[in-house]
C-alpha cells in the first residue's frame, strides 16, 4: 500500500542548531514529493515541492529538500533554525503508478526550537 | 488575494445529527480538495473535484459521507447520522489545474466535535 512514514514525532533543537527532518514513502512509479508547515495558529502552507530535475530543491525561509530515489527518502534540511521555525511539518506525496493526485500525509513532525 | 475560506471554523453537533461543512475555494481553481485531520495524524484525503464533477472520491470513509461543488466554485460536505469517531479538523484545499504537480492551498479548517 501507498503511505508515508516520517521518522521523528517532536524534535527539539535550540536556535542555530541544524535540521533535517526524515521522510519515506512507499510508492512505486513517479512521485511528486512535497513539505507542508503548520505555524501555530495558522493554516498548511507549502515550504517546498520536487517534480522533477534537480533532486535538491531550495524552499521558502531557507528550507531545502533531498530526492534520493534509491531511499524512497525527501528529507528536509535547514542549516541554522531560528525560533520563528517552531510549527508542525508535514511530508506528502501523490502520482504513483496510476499518476494519483490524492496526496498522502505523513503523521507529522512537530518542532520546537528554543530560544 | 483572498486564500481558502472554511465556515464554519468550529461545529459542536451530537451523534446522529447531520452537518455540512462550506469551503470557499480561490477564486479561478479549478480543483478542490477535501482532507480529514485527526489528532496527531497528518491530513487524510477524502474526496477532490475537477470542476464540478468529483473526479477522485475513494478516500470518502462510508456512504455517510458526500460532497458537492454545484457550480465549480463553492463545496459543501455532507455528513449524515455523525459519530463521536467523526470528530476532526476537515480541511479544504484548493489548486489551480488540479495537476498532480499543482500546490494545493489549504483553508484553516472546520473543527468538527461530535458529542
Known amino acids: 500500500a501507498q503511505s508515508v512514514s516520517q521518522h521523528n514525532h517532536h524534535v527539539i533543537l535550540s536556535e542555530a542548531a541544524s535540521l533535517e527532518l526524515g521522510c519515506n514513502y512507499s510508492?512505486?512509479?513517479?512521485?511528486?514529493l512535497f513539505w507542508y508547515v503548520q505555524y501555530p495558529g495558522q493554516h498548511l502552507q507549502l515550504l517546498l515541492k520536487?517534480?522533477?530535475?534537480?533532486?535538491l530543491v531550495k524552499g521558502i525561509k531557507g528550507f531545502e529538500a533531498e530526492f534520493i530515489k534509491s531511499k524512497f527518502s525527501f528529507n528536509l534540511r535547514k542549516p541554522s533554525v531560528q525560533w520563528s521555525d517552531t510549527a508542525e511539518y508535514f511530508c506528502?506525496?501523490?502520482?504513483?503508478?496510476?499518476?494519483?493526485?490524492?496526496?498522502?500525509f505523513g503523521a507529522g513532525t512537530r518542532l520546537t526550537v528554543k530560544p | 488575494g483572498a486564500g481558502v475560506s472554511q465556515t464554519p471554523s468550529n461545529k459542536v453537533t451530537e451523534k446522529g445529527k447531520y452537518v455540512e461543512l462550506r469551503c470557499d475555494p480561490i477564486?479561478?481553481?479549478?480543483?478542490l480538495y477535501w482532507y480529514r485531520q485527526s489528532l496527531g495524524q497528518g491530513p487524510e484525503f477524502l474526496i477532490y473535484?475537477?470542476?464540478?464533477?468529483?473526479?477522485?472520491d475513494s478516500g470518502l470513509p462510508n456512504d455517510r459521507f458526500f460532497a458537492v461543488r454545484p457550480e465549480g466554485s463553492v463545496s459543501t460536505l455532507k455528513i449524515q447520522r455523525t459519530e463521536r469517531g467523526d470528530s476532526a479538523v476537515y480541511l479544504c484545499?484548493?489548486?489551480?489545474?488540479?495537476?498532480?504537480?499543482?500546490?494545493?492551498?489549504f483553508g484553516p479548517g472546520t473543527r468538527l466535535t461530535v458529542l
Open positions: 484545499a484548493s489548486s489551480l489545474r488540479g495537476q498532480v504537480t499543482d500546490t494545493q492551498y
Open positions: 510508492y512505486g512509479g513517479t512521485v511528486n
Open positions: 520536487y517534480f522533477s530535475g534537480d533532486p
Open positions: 506528502a506525496v501523490n502520482g504513483g503508478r496510476n499518476n494519483n493526485n490524492d496526496m498522502r
Open positions: 477564486s479561478g481553481h479549478t480543483a
Open positions: 473535484f475537477q470542476g464540478t464533477g468529483a473526479a477522485d
